[in-house]
């Protein structure tokens, strides 16, 4: 309880210091070019207020500018990696076209060895469908099965 009313008392004198150097008026003497003198009278206060007042602004024109700069830094790596993602794009569909390509050659190969065996005079058909459900089920064909 005790240090809580020191805190207070401090906080108290503190103010109390502060409001004794914001009072009285600072006086400001401007001269012209035509050798007049005009002289303002501002409260200490204003003085005080205005510098917090300015020093805000410049807090938030920093805070501006920062975000403007990370802001274009943030728009000029989105650009780059959209082109990036364009040049994977178009060397994925060259590489879909090739592979569609080498299907279509799959299949005129398959087309080549079922006519060979046909002109062999070995079973095509059997020969096939046997070999093929035993690769999906997973057994290995037989060593004999081909020729």
Same mark, same amino acid.
């Given at each position: 309880?005790?240090?809580?009313?020191?805190?207070?008392?401090?906080?108290?004198?503190?103010?109390?210091?502060?409001?004794?150097?914001?009072?009285?008026?600072?006086?400001?003497?401007?001269?012209? !070019?035509?050798?007049?003198?005009?002289? =303002?009278?501002? $409260?200490? &206060?204003? *003085? #005080?207020?205005?510098?917090?007042?300015?020093?805000?602004?410049?807090?938030?024109?920093?805070?501006?500018?920062?975000?403007?700069?990370?802001?274009?830094?943030?728009?000029?790596?989105?650009?780059?990696?959209?082109?990036?993602?364009?040049?994977?794009?178009?060397?994925?569909?060259?590489?879909?076209?090739?592979?569609?390509?080498?299907?279509? !050659?799959?299949?005129?190969?398959?087309? =080549?060895?079922? $006519?060979? &065996?046909? *002109? #062999?005079?070995?079973?095509?058909?059997?020969?096939?469908?046997?070999?093929?459900?035993?690769?999906?089920?997973?057994?290995?064909?037989?060593?004999?099965?081909?020729?």
């Amino acid at each position: 309880m005790r240090a809580l009313r020191e805190v207070f008392h401090s906080l108290l004198s503190l103010r109390s210091f502060i409001g004794a150097a914001l009072r009285g008026v600072v006086t400001i003497m401007a001269f012209t !070019e035509g050798g007049r003198m005009r002289q =303002f009278c501002l $409260s200490r &206060r204003i *003085v #005080a207020l205005s510098c917090l007042v300015l020093m805000g602004l410049t807090v938030g024109s920093t805070v501006t500018l920062l975000n403007l700069v990370r802001g274009q830094y943030y728009l000029t790596r989105m650009k780059y990696l959209e082109r990036e993602n364009l040049a994977m794009t178009s060397l994925l569909q060259g590489q879909a076209e090739q592979l569609s390509k080498l299907k279509l !050659e799959m299949d005129k190969l398959k087309e =080549f060895e079922e $006519s060979l &065996r046909q *002109v #062999a005079g070995l079973g095509v058909a059997s020969d096939l469908q046997a070999s093929d459900s035993e690769t999906t089920s997973g057994h290995r064909p037989s060593k004999n099965r081909r020729p």
